[in-house]
């Protein structure tokens, strides 16, 4: 199995936990968990981007740059979303306050479905 393969398969698992903790109750222990999940699956979806890009012969060293390369190759069609997501993930690594992580929570509950079609795109 190829690098790629094997992130595509961590990811198709990471995504599917994620969209289990959206559909949970949004108490304040489910929606730190959701956040978690967030935040893991965002890691290993702009892993999965960037191997993908290189894959095509490019070249990326950072998130944001994944992300553009991928909208040039026509696997992400709305950039904007994913540097929300982005600065949402860059958010919950360095600070907690409560009225970000609810606006980051209420972010997350959007991931799984961009992520569903970033999968669909690359297969």
């Keep these: 199995m190829t690098k790629l393969q094997n992130l595509i398969k961590d990811l198709k698992k990471a995504n599917q936990r994620l969209k289990e903790a959206t559909r949970t109750k949004p108490t304040q222990m489910n929606k730190d968990a959701t956040i978690q999940r967030f935040e893991f699956t965002f890691e290993l979806t702009w892993k999965t981007i960037q191997e993908y890009v290189r894959d095509q012969g490019f070249d990326c060293k950072s998130p944001r740059n994944s992300i553009r390369e991928a909208t040039k190759l026509d696997i992400i069609n709305n950039p904007k979303q994913w540097f929300a997501f982005l600065d949402n993930r860059n958010l919950i690594a360095h600070t907690y306050n409560e009225k970000i992580a609810n606006s ?20």
């Design 104 to 123: 980051i929570y209420r972010n997350a509950l959007k991931f799984p479905q961009e992520v569903d079609k970033f999968l669909k795109e690359i297969s």
